[in-house]
């Protein structure tokens, strides 16, 4: 038997979002940061059948993308508060900090 | 006997529809697993196609159900429905006794309670934790009356998801992979153990 792990932060948004939520929101915040795994997310979205550059997606994945976009503006800001409960917030912001 | 099917009722705020695949029975209760078909409006977060858990008091057969979203928990690509419906609750409540109750860890010698259901869950969490599992001397002793306090806290929203994502990563690391899920038919014939079933095999179970 495995020793113990703790989920890694993606595995502990998936119980509150579920993984197509967490799959938008990675490939927009690597996309962001210009980082070479956006690559992969994107890949990813592709192979779930998404279209990465006009996904069709609900208001709350909008809201998730475009925070990973502009996280520090206040708009969006205020709309992820009143969106997502603190637990929640706590874990998106982590997220996008690493 | 043919199953109900709900397939045309729509979610209204804050609801999903889910297409149900799995439901695991236990002395604990129903769980549920299955895909999000249809999501209404203000949902925050699922959609469709995530695969979803959620808690029932009362199971219907149908293939198809309304749900609230704050009752929902999205279930990892790698974590199956089966594993999801079945080997959840239990897992979710021996995780609250280990972790929560006793702060079981590396190196502990643990002595657990004679319980046919919930009692391999906490051998198995012991063990994922690093501890051993002993029949005397032991540092901690998990007893009936911990899984009963265990029942009784009532985890908030966001603490269940977050409780949640431990679960599945102990599913997922094979912790509970000796842990034996039976079929209906097993079930009928005194098996204690978590029930799986099908949606159609609901009618036939009550």
């Known amino acids: 038997m495995t020793e113990a792990e703790s989920p890694d932060l993606r595995d502990q948004l998936v119980p509150f979002i579920g993984e197509r939520a967490v799959a938008l929101l990675s490939y927009a915040l690597a996309d962001a940061a210009g980082a070479e795994s956006a690559a992969e997310f994107r890949d990813a979205l592709v192979a779930a059948g998404e279209d990465p550059d006009n996904p069709q997606v609900t208001e709350a994945e909008q809201l998730l993308i475009d925070w990973a976009r502009d996280p520090s503006d206040k708009s969006l800001q205020q709309r992820l508060a009143a969106t997502f409960n603190a637990p929640l917030r706590g874990l998106l912001a982590e997220y996008a900090a690493r | ?206």
């Open chain 2, 1 to 206: 006997m043919r199953t109900p099917v709900i397939s045309s009722l729509r979610p209204s705020t804050g609801q999903v529809r889910v297409k149900v695949s799995a439901i695991g029975l236990s002395a604990l209760g129903a769980q549920v697993a299955g895909t999000v078909d249809s999501v209404g409006p203000e949902t925050n977060g699922f959609a469709r196609g995530d695969r979803v858990a959620y808690p029932t008091a009362r199971p219907t057969g149908a293939d198809r159900a309304i749900v609230d979203q704050g009752e929902l928990i999205g279930i990892p690509a790698d974590v199956s429905l089966d594993a999801a419906a079945c080997l959840f609750p239990c897992a979710m409540l021996a995780r609250t006794v280990v972790k929560q109750l006793h702060n079981v860890g590396r190196g502990d010698r643990v002595r657990v309670v004679d319980e046919p259901v919930v009692g391999p869950f906490l051998r198995a969490w012991a063990e994922h934790l690093g501890s051993t599992v002993v029949n005397e001397d032991a540092d901690v002793v998990l007893t009936a009356d911990d899984i009963r306090s265990a029942r009784a806290l009532r985890p908030s929203h966001g603490l269940r998801q977050q409780n949640a994502a431990d679960v599945f990563a102990a599913i997922r690391s094979g912790a509970f992979d000796g842990i034996a899920v039976s079929s209906l038919d097993e079930a009928r014939h005194g098996a204690r153990t978590p029930v799986l079933l099908r949606p159609a095999e609901v009618t036939l179970a009550a």
